[in-house]
């Protein structure tokens, strides 16, 4: 049974840093890609950041040069670095990965607000 339990959101005010981390489960973490997707109120989810299984790493133009995407497969834990945060960033982040299905995590709220 595949699980993914993200952790690390909270407020924040614009330009601080937080960092996100999704533990893995059910898998063999070091196959697969992982991800991090937003969704905000009345907004579609949208994708945030990936890495695949040999660490290649692509991002939203949104988040590109402010967000790290990394992962630590002795730990099977993925994480999302996020540094100079806007209010434009507040959403739920979700973590996800595919083997033979799409698997999402429950999402962790990131605010950003003075």
């Known amino acids: 049974q595949v699980q993914l339990v993200e952790s690390g959101g909270g407020l924040v005010q614009p330009g601080g840093s937080l960092r996100l981390s999704c533990a893995a489960s059910?898998?063999?973490?070091?196959?697969?890609?992982m991800g991090w997707y937003r969704q905000a109120p009345g907004k579609q989810r949208e994708l945030v950041a990936t890495v695949t299984r040999i660490f290649k790493t692509n991002y939203a133009d949104s988040v590109q040069g402010r967000f790290t995407i990394s992962r630590d497969n002795a730990m099977n834990t993925v994480y999302l670095q996020m540094n100079s945060l806007k209010p434009e960033d507040t959403a739920r982040y979700y973590c996800h990965t595919f083997t033979d299905s799409d698997y999402w995590g429950q999402g962790t709220q990131v605010t950003v607000s003075s």
């Open positions: 059910g898998i063999v973490f070091r196959l697969y890609s």
